[in-house]
């Protein structure tokens, strides 16, 4: 059996950038761009008005202008002032030439009649207000670097500068296999002895996190041949397979000599860590496959900590295995020494609290949920107060 620690550098041993692809900006969410983004036209590529007012040559000896224009946002014509005029203006809309100011409208007063503008204060300078040519990026500019995940702020960056497709790493088709003769589907009726199949529906949801679009459920009992078809045809199909359950050493657990049968290569099987101590990662060239122990609080503390990882580093991520932060353990904590505890915890304020109810078939501590916590595997007491790994969830 080896440590986490241990499983995590061969699992890094093993990491393989997935092939960069092209895709659409406004599907782009979440994907890592493979290659450095320059700007296409400088951003703004006009000067502007930053505020709904008038726009002049400003001179600070001057207080009145005369308005003898109105340019709108998305006006495209090509317009000019004389010195002494003044020009109705609206925020976003192109400087005319012979201006290099905007007065705010709530700073004057304007007589519709005589169309002259009063300026008194004293707040305006030359070139308040507008937004100069190029203030966010130049034509040629390195806005995004290669390696970037794509937030909703890089769509609009991206946009900002014209770019509707851009090259990103692919993401992988999953396929996931559920084994148990005990499972029902949701939606059933259950019958005495059977459970329900919350696996699914869950490692569904954790993938869609992880940003997987290509997701494909396979539901098998627990009978060799039909377990051996599902995962050769899955290996057909995804470059990364799941299981749940049938990996620990009972009578009905076939998955660990099905994936050796279907040509898989074990890297490790069975960790010191709890949940999920009978948890196998192997490899089929490229194809990552990775079996799960069947109980519902295992697979969610797998997948997070060891598979989640391995995905996104396949999409292009760097720093997968990094916790999202360190933070003090509210109160002391004692655990059983030689395995690594992923335990279901809550963060509040500066501090981090693990719950009730961290038994790995025992899901009710997700409803108040926000991370797990990482307990280190030689420790038996940690005091309150220590500084521990904490993962979001
Ligand atoms: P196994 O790893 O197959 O021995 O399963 C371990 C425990 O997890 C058993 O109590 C199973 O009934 C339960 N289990 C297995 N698969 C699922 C599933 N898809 N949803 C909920 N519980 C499951
Ligand atoms: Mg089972």
Not at 72 to 100: H, M, N, V, W, Y
Not at 198 to 225: C, F
Not at 252 to 262: I, P, R
Request: charged share 25%.
């Amino acid at each position: 059996m080896i440590s986490v620690e241990e499983a995590r550098k061969i699992l890094s041993a093993h990491f393989k950038v997935g092939i960069p692809t092209s895709i659409e900006l406004r599907k782009s969410l979440g994907s890592v761009v493979a290659e450095d983004v320059y700007a296409l036209i400088p951003v703004p590529s006009f000067d502007n008005s930053a505020m709904d007012g008038y726009a002049m040559k400003f001179d600070e000896k001057e207080s009145e202008w005369k308005v003898t224009l109105l340019v709108r946002a998305g006006d495209t014509s090509e317009t000019s002032l004389e010195p002494g005029e003044a020009a109705r203006i609206f925020t976003g809309a192109k400087i005319p030439r012979g201006a290099d100011t905007v007065i705010p409208q709530e700073l004057v007063s304007y007589d519709p009649e005589t169309k002259i503008l009063k300026y008194q204060h004293e707040k305006i300078t030359t070139g308040s207000n507008v937004r100069l040519t190029g203030s966010q990026c130049q034509k040629g500019d390195l806005i995004l670097s290669q390696g970037t995940r794509i937030t909703p702020g890089v769509v609009g960056l991206l946009a900002s500068v014209g770019l509707s497709q851009l090259t990103v790493y692919s993401r992988p088709s999953v396929g996931y296999i559920i084994t148990g003769d005990e499972l029902q589907q949701v939606g059933a009726t259950l019958r005495e002895g059977e459970i329900y199949n919350s696996n699914g529906p869950m490692l569904e949801a954790l993938l869609q996190q992880t940003g997987i679009k290509k997701i494909t459920p396979y539901h098998v009992p627990d009978d060799k041949e039909q377990l051996q078809r599902a995962i050769d045809m899955a290996l057909e199909e995804h470059e990364v397979l799941i299981l749940s359950g049938g990996i620990s050493v009972g009578d009905y657990d076939f998955v660990k000599e099905c994936l050796e049968s279907a040509g898989v290569v074990e890297l490790f099987y069975k960790l010191k860590q709890r949940p999920g101590k009978p948890f196998f990662a192997g490899k089929k060239g490229e194809q990552w496959i990775f079996a799960l122990p069947g109980n519902p609080a295992s697979v969610l503390s797998c997948y997070n900590q060891l598979v989640k990882p391995c995905l996104k580093h396949l999409m292009g991520e760097q720093e997968v295995w990094k916790p999202d932060l360190y933070l003090p353990l509210k109160k002391d904590h004692n655990k059983k020494p030689g395995f690594t505890f992923f335990v279901k915890g809550r963060v509040s304020g500066r501090e981090v609290e693990v719950l009730q109810g961290q038994q790995s078939f025992n899901l009710q501590a997700f409803n108040v949920a926000n991370c797990l916590v990482e307990l280190e595997e030689e420790k038996d007491l940690i005091p309150a107060g220590t500084l521990v790994p904490v993962y979001y969830l």
